[in-house]
């Protein structure tokens, strides 16, 4: 009899003891996946100073002014000085048959390319832009001493934008200087925010931006027929920690909100990386109500060669009156670059084209939004 009771239960004590393993190892998988969402670090500076002592071809002028969370954040100002870097090189030789004149009409840009190790990780993109004359702006998204331990992906982060700006507009000769933005992977997402919200952005570059940070994370998880649950439970944990969920971080929909008269450019480098797609760019720049957008890439096999221009089509949700689409297409030309610094040097000219024609046009409100104050988004 006590044997046979022994058989009974062994059965479901083994299922409940397999049931609560298998809950374990999925929390510790969930929780190593989630660990690289709220703290990204970059591992290329890893270990390394915020600010370089010097870096090739610029001069760095530090100064700190006071975050959204009153936290002090590290910036600096740099302009191009001294011997060329091989990188400014680059960029002046694919400048040199049809230089860029008329960028003195923008007085800073703000450059910013991932959360961790900020300053550092745009100083390549900074040495690239200073090559052509301007003056760039890098920052901490983290703050000073990383006082924000984790982070929100762009959400909380953009605010410091505003006051950035303010303090650039102490520092200028200017009463309004004029101010636009360069931003890749995680800093074009802020920055595409940052636009929505703050009036004194002129312009956008947008590099390698992703729709929608939910996405971009299921994009990354292995194949399983249990992603969907590991997507929900990573989102329990970092609303646990953050108070956000990974829906909650959708440029895409930040893109919608940008004003009429402020040109964007959405480029995507990255090729074959999950986090960040050419769809990704196609479905910004396809919110995007700016008088002025294009979508450019790299040239890539499929290509002929020399080609400068490639057709896609895009599915339409909706169609104009806000009805059904029922699956229209409709077409969108890419410009080809090829290559990187082939395309960097085209940004210098579409700021120098685009972006300075919006500057020295009048402003004009746009009608279908209000008219918002430098701090009442914050």
């Known amino acids: 009899m006590k044997s046979h009771l022994i058989r009974r239960l062994f059965f479901p004590a083994l299922l409940l003891a397999t049931a609560a393993a298998a809950g374990v190892a999925l929390w510790n998988e969930v929780d190593d996946l989630t660990q690289p969402i709220l703290v990204p670090t970059n591992a290329s500076y890893r270990g390394s100073s915020v600010l370089p002592k ?4 610029l001069r760095l002028e530090p100064f700190t002014f006071t975050g959204w969370d009153d936290a002090p954040v590290q910036a600096v100002i740099a302009r191009r000085e001294g011997e060329e870097s091989s990188r400014q090189l680059s ?11 008329r960028l003195q009409a923008l007085d800073y840009v703000l450059v910013c390319v991932d959360w961790d190790h900020g300053i550092r990780s745009a100083l390549p993109l900074a040495e690239s832009l200073t090559a052509a004359g301007l003056t760039c702006v890098l920052w901490e998204p983290r703050g000073a001493e ?17 006051l950035l700006i303010d303090s650039l507009c102490e520092l200028s000769e200017k009463e309004e200087p004029v101010v636009v933005a360069v931003g890749q992977g995680y800093g074009a997402g802020l920055l595409l925010r940052a636009a929505s919200r703050e009036s004194r952005l002129r312009g956008l570059v947008s590099i390698d931006a992703y729709a929608s940070l939910q996405q971009s994370v299921l994009r990354t998880l292995p ?25 909650d971080v959708a440029p895409v929909e930040c893109a919608a909100d940008i004003r009429r008269g402020v040109p964007v450019l959405v480029l995507q480098l990255a090729q074959n990386s999950p ?16 008088e002025h957008h294009e979508v450019w ?20 949700g909706r169609d104009a009156e806000g009805g059904p689409g ?46 918002l104050g430098a701090h009442l988004h914050l």
Not at 54 to 57: I, Q, T
Not at 91 to 101: D, F, K, R, T, V
Not at 146 to 162: I, K, S
Not at 303 to 315: C, I, Q, S
């Open 223 to 247: 194949e399983s027929l249990l992603s969907p649950v590991t997507l929900m439970l990573m989102d329990l944990r970092i609303k646990r920690t953050v108070g956000m969920e990974c829906f």
């Open 275 to 290: 986090v960040s797609t050419l769809a990704d760019a196609l479905n910004i720049d396809a919110q995007l109500r700016t």
């Open 91 to 101: 960029i002046l030789g694919n400048l040199a048959a049809a230089p860029a004149e």
């Open 146 to 162: 990383a006082r924000r331990p984790y982070c929100t992906h762009g959400l909380r982060e953009y605010r410091d934008v505003p």
């Open 326 to 371: 029922k699956g229209r297409r409709v077409p969108v030309e890419l410009r080809l670059c090829r290559d990187e610094d082939a395309a960097l040097a085209g940004v210098v000219h579409w700021l120098d084209r685009c972006v300075v024609d919006a500057v020295l046009a009048p402003r004009v409100e746009d009608p279908d939004r209000p008219k």
């Open 54 to 57: 010097k870096a090739a071809g």
């Open 297 to 316: 890439t790299l040239r890539d096999e499929s290509d002929p060669p020399g080609a400068e221009t490639r057709t896609v089509y895009r599915r339409l």
